[in-house]
């Protein structure tokens, strides 16, 4: 009963540094999307997949790599942390785009870069 | 303008209390809308769609206004559970149609 699951949930780490953000699903869903959420902004869409090797750009993608050459994972990098990353970063899958609406989201990745 | 800006509150009110929000949404072909809600520090998860003609789950009520933009959201005889951040949702202009989150309105339900 894993569903979407996050790790790290809560992560320090200093400016420059990389850190990958993990994201695993057992639903099988085609559609991946990394989203963060600041106050003030609301949650942003950073990047998304629509199948195993297919992804797009959101609305925030600067600072951002991602891969996904399996279904059920959708990994999140950022090559050199700076503090304006520092934010809550939230996973979600769906079996279709944006389109019929129901996103089914992690419990968060806290990120504080110092 | 943002695509979709709601009034970020709070909302105190009184339990049984019936209080209502609404979102306002700037692409005008968007065509899919909902409601998701937010606990603290939770993740957020869909409370309903919302349909062209209106819909109804329990004390829950959606409506929508093509014509003016704007989505809304009637709770009736409100819970002290229902205290949370309501997130208005709309499929946007962006790349690939994907949805796009309002910054939220939040809600205390006082005893």
């Known amino acids: 009963d894993a569903g979407i699951t996050q790790s790290p949930r809560y992560k320090i780490t200093e400016t420059g540094r990389q850190v990958t953000l993990m994201c695993h699903q057992t639903?099988?869903?085609?559609?991946m999307f990394w989203y963060r959420q600041d106050l003030g902004h609301g949650l942003r869409l950073i990047y998304y997949s629509a199948a195993a090797d297919i992804t797009d750009k959101g609305e925030v993608p600067d600072g951002y790599v991602v891969s996904r050459s399996k279904t059920e994972n959708f990994p999140l990098t950022l090559e050199s942390a700076t503090r304006s990353q520092t934010s809550v970063y939230f996973c979600?899958?769906?079996?279709?785009?944006?389109?019929?609406?129901?996103?089914?989201f992690g419990e968060g990745s806290r990120l504080t870069v110092l | 303008r943002k695509e979709v800006e709601q009034d970020p509150g709070p909302f105190n009110v009184p339990e049984g209390a019936t209080v209502a929000f609404n979102c306002t949404y700037s692409?005008?072909?968007?065509?899919?809308f909902f409601w998701y809600r937010q606990d603290c520090r939770k993740e957020p998860k869909l409370l309903m769609s919302?349909?062209?003609s209106g819909n109804e789950d329990g004390r829950f009520t959606a409506q929508l206004n093509r014509a003016s933009q704007y989505i809304s959201l009637l709770i009736r005889d409100s819970k002290l559970s229902d205290s949370a951040t309501y997130l208005c949702?709309?499929?946007?202009?962006?790349?690939?149609?994907?949805?796009?989150f309002g910054g939220g309105t939040r809600l205390m339900v006082k005893p």
């Open positions: 919302v349909y062209s």
């Open positions: 692409n005008s072909a968007s065509q899919s």
């Open positions: 949702v709309v499929n946007g202009d962006n790349a690939g149609n994907m949805l796009t």
């Open positions: 639903w099988s869903h085609s559609y």
């Open positions: 979600a899958s769906s079996n279709s785009g944006g389109d019929t609406g129901e996103l089914f």
